[in-house]
């Protein structure tokens, strides 16, 4: 469990480092990026992913906590070649998704440090880290989040009983895609690990003018994610 501790915190770092960059890129002032748009926040995103999945293949690559919830709640019997599917092995995954994506925000931030020191909206600068909705009406965002992550893991679940050569480069593109269709609303976390580890990242790190974390908002980006896993892993366990 420690190699696969270890795979998940590196997984999650380079997704973060990735996703976090290139928001930075496309939003902080006086970046080569700045005004590249939606577009390139959701390949940039989509992109970490296929990164991410890579560096953490021993562990099975879930750099997710929706996608291991999502795996425990399909009735699976690993999580990886050799890994039971246990409560107390999701735990672990879970907590070294959350520090990898703290890492992994922190990295992007030192690469970006000096636009961090521009200034800038403070709304700007926590969106490099976390997500937050453009009409705040939490039971509508949670709905999004569900709805997003729902179509993330039991898409990904079904890759498995599909023949297929793509590999990560599926699930690349299958995040690509829920951030164009589906992201517009809250910035699609879709993983609780995401959005969290990179919100305490925010609220510790000392950043010129950054404003407030946003903690009112962050439980949506965790249920929603959450739910949107099991509902599912249970769904393709019945159809399966």
């Known amino acids: 469990m420690g190699e696969v501790f270890l795979s998940e915190v590196l997984g999650t770092a380079m997704l973060l480092l990735l996703g976090a960059g290139v928001v930075a890129n496309a939003i902080l002032p006086k970046t080569k990026g700045f005004n590249g748009g939606w577009l390139l926040i959701n390949f940039g995103w989509g992109l970490g992913v ?39 092995n999701a735990l672990i995954y879970i907590a070294a998704q959350l520090i990898g994506a703290f890492i992994g925000a922190v990295l992007a931030w030192l690469a970006y440090k000096d636009h ?12 490099v880290f976390s997500t937050g909705p453009e009409l705040r009406n939490y039971t509508s965002n949670l709905i999004t989040e569900v709805i997003g992550t729902f179509v993330l893991v039991y898409v990904v679940l079904m ?19 829920i951030g164009a269709s589906l992201g ?3 910035g699609y976390a879709i993983n ?14 000392p950043i010129p003018g950054k404003g407030s974390s946003d903690w009112g ?9 959450l739910i949107g896993g099991a509902l599912a892993g249970l769904l393709a366990a019945a159809v399966g």
């Open 50 to 88: 296929f990164a991410g999945v890579f560096v953490a293949f021993k562990s099975g690559a879930h750099i997710n906590p929706a996608v291991t919830v999502g795996l425990l709640a399909n009735g699976a019997e690993e999580f990886a070649a050799g890994v039971e599917a246990s409560f107390v």
């Open 116 to 127: 961090f020191a521009q200034d800038a909206d403070p709304a700007v600068k926590l969106g």
């Open 159 to 177: 890759f498995g009983n599909t023949p297929q050569e793509l590999g990560p480069l599926a699930v690349a593109l299958l995040v690509v895609g």
């Open 184 to 186: 517009g609303p809250t």
């Open 192 to 205: 609780p690990a995401r959005d969290l580890g990179p919100r305490i990242a925010h609220a510790i790190l």
């Open 217 to 225: 908002y962050s439980w949506v980006p965790i249920v929603g994610p």
